[in-house]
């Protein structure tokens, strides 16, 4: 004789499967989903995001440091031509100040920026030796001319405004390309002009 099963029981049986409509499974469920999201989120940003992020940053780092040293080295040209404007030439020592002023702005300026902009800077620093180099040439040549070999004060210090002025549109049109390239990069108006130490006449 059969085993008897009862209307109820045979139903329990054939849906058994419903077992997986119980809250606490679902649950789980979904909190094991939302761990293998969060674990690929974060493989993700560490294998992808991450580096391009990290890269950015230095980018970004390199550009604040080469910005702040295009303007230190701005500065300290207004500051130097300003001051050879005002010198009168007499004390010799002066001159060793001015090469070691501008060797220490190219310097600073290769250290961070293309070569395009060293080069233009390179012209300025040149300027600055010719400048010199003519004035100890005048002054030389003069001394040379004079019974005793002496130079007047008075006419060390017309000898040096006339030097400095007459390179000053040199000085100025190369001052210029290097406020232009800056400009590519960081945005300055290329109609910025700066004329410190030009006017001092």
Do not use: N
Not at 108 to 114: G, M, Y
């Amino acid at each position: 004789m059969g085993e008897t099963i009862t209307v109820c029981e045979s139903i329990c049986r054939d849906f058994s499967l419903i077992w997986f409509a119980d809250p606490k499974v679902w649950q789980a469920g979904f909190t094991l989903l939302a761990a293998i999201v969060a674990s690929g989120s974060a493989l993700w940003i560490a294998y992808k995001v991450y580096p391009v992020q990290k890269e950015k940053d230095r980018q970004l780092q390199i550009r604040a440091k080469r910005r702040q040293a295009y303007l230190s080295s701005i500065s300290g040209w207004i500051d130097l031509t300003r001051e050879m404007a005002g010198w009168d030439g007499a004390d010799p020592r002066k001159s060793g100040d001015f090469i070691r002023s501008i060797d220490l702005l190219t310097t600073r300026i290769a250290l961070v920026s293309p070569t395009s902009l060293f080069e233009l800077f390179r012209e300025l620093q040149v300027a600055i030796y010719g400048a010199l180099g003519e004035f100890q040439s005048q002054v030389r040549h003069e001394g040379e001319g004079s019974e005793d070999g002496l130079v007047p004060i008075e006419r060390v210090s017309e000898l040096w405004r006339q030097v400095w002025f007459e390179r000053s549109k040199e000085r100025h049109d190369t001052l210029g390309k290097v406020l232009e390239e800056m400009s590519a990069e960081f945005s300055v108006p290329k109609e910025f002009e700066i004329t410190a130490g030009e006017r001092s006449r």
